[in-house]
């Protein structure tokens, strides 16, 4: 019943001063001395303060926590703050004041909002970073060979930094559209030599890589430097070979022609074999048509030059025959004279003993027509100065005569043509003596660079003009002493005159003529092609296949090639007036 009561107390609140009554009361029912309940008392104080002092250290602990969370916080914030190096889209909180628990929840927010910038800036780099690295592995040729994304670099998530990383994209993905493109490029050039060589295209481009062929899509294809290297060559070696290929079809095409040409091919034949000659003269761009140039069109062509060729020593002597026609109508066209039938004869000897190949004969006929036509390239500018100077003279010839034409001025049909033409042959008779400088010029010039003499139809040229030279001075003199005559006999007149006061009739002696005048010298004269029909007699027949309009020319050339003015005309027919004999 006594501990009921004792325990009745605890029942209501329960403080420390009411616990330490009822332990009175125990103690005073028990009857403990006061030296025991001294002792329990220290011991109950002792114990109070223990407990304080866990408490107090727990809520310094705490508070120590909650210092590191909040300096965490702030250094998180700060770092957040730095590495997204942007605070105008976040604001962040004044954390100097306010207890510590309000300071973490105002930094809260902000670091939260931070943290989710973070992670979407870190996704952000990592994608670009990605692609930076992808498109430098195709770059590089290693794209298969890099494992996992790339690490980010935390402390700089910038926006500066990711704009910087946008623009080295930028520049890549760029890059590799122009890569991409020459790829392209170089793969259609591909395509078409082989086209055009007749070789397999996809053999050839999967070789170079295997992601070149039609099946890949565009942007699966290989970009990397091995790739455009490789391509490169392999275009390089493509060209070489079309180029060497089109060199050696030009080269049969050339001699079948030739060959066709000696062996009088006919048309129908030549036809079979146009898409080879066709490119005789095209470049190595120009020939695009596919398989125009394949090894087995080439070889087709070799085995027809090899049947020509066999059939062409079979008609040696029809071919060689041809070849000396072609090299006598050269020499003929450049009046330089040769012996026909000794080089006949020799070549039917050579032929018929059988000691020269076929193939020599015509190669060294060959070399000897191509050695001609430099002759006669050589020789071109003086044989046109020689025919302009011909025909300035034939111009001369028929001015002399039409001065001598006492009908010359009557109005007969034509008469008006006449005089244009003798007013155009007055001026280019002026200008012989001009050419027969420059032509003598040109020839010694010639003479002294080749050491020979220059020959025209095996007369010497320079022979030929030196004699035009003294003809014409010759000539020059007969008039001179022809107008002395003249002056000499109106003088007589003038004093027959006076003595007689009349003039005397002027009466023309038929046999006049026989001894003045341009061909007073027995037919000999200053033409040039006179000259040259003179020695041509002498020196034997000339050759079948000279020019029909200059052995004309040379067979009707007039008597006289000496240039005279107006003047010298009307005294050249004047001069024709009977000479009084002297007194």
Known sequence: MAVTEAENPLVGEITCGSLLQKLQEIWDEVGESDEERDKMLLQIEQECLDVYKRKVEQAAKSRAQLLQALSDAK?????????????????????????????LAAIAPALEQLLKQKEERVKEFSDIQSQIQKICGEIAGNASEQTGAPAVDESDLSLKKLNE??????????????????VLEFVSTVHDL??????????????????LDDTTGVQSKSISNDTLLRLAE??????EDKKQRLHKLQELATQLIDLWNLMDTPEEERILFDHVTCHTSASVDGVTVPGALALDLIEQAEVEVERLDQLKASRMKEIA??????LEEIFARAHIEIDPEAAREKIMALIDSGNVEPTELLADMDNQIAKAKEEVLSRKEILDRVEKWMSACEEESWLEDYNRDENRYNSSRGAHLNLKRAE??????????????????KTRAWEEDRGISFSYDGVPLLAMLDEYAMLRQEREEEKRRLRDQKKYGEQQNTEQEAIFSSKPSPARPSGTKKVVGPRANGGTN?????????????????????????????LAAPANFVAISKEDAASHVS?????????
Request: glycine share 6%.
């Open 165 to 182: 990383y946008q623009v080295k994209l930028q520049e890549l993905q760029k890059e590799k559209s122009d890569r991409l493109h020459k």
């Open 194 to 211: 082989c086209a055009v060589l007749g070789m397999d295209f996809f053999s050839t481009v999967t070789e170079v890589h295997p992601s």
């Open 424 to 441: 155009k042959a007055r001026i280019l008779v002026n200008k012989i003596p001009g050419m027969v400088d420059t032509l003598v010029a």
């Open 526 to 554: 200053g033409t040039p092609s006179r000259r040259l029909s003179l020695n041509a007699t002498q020196n034997g027949s000339r050759s079948a296949t000279k020019d029909g309009k200059r052995d004309s020319m040379k």
């Open 321 to 326: 025959f041809k070849k000396q026609v072609e």
């Open 575 to 583: 001069g024709t007036d009977p000479v009084p004999a002297s007194p």
């Open 75 to 103: 250094l998180e914030l700060s770092t957040l703050v730095s590495a997204l190096g942007d605070k105008s889209f976040i604001s962040i909180p004044e954390t100097t004041l306010g207890t510590i628990n309000e300071q």
């Open 234 to 239: 392999t275009v390089s070696a493509l060209n």
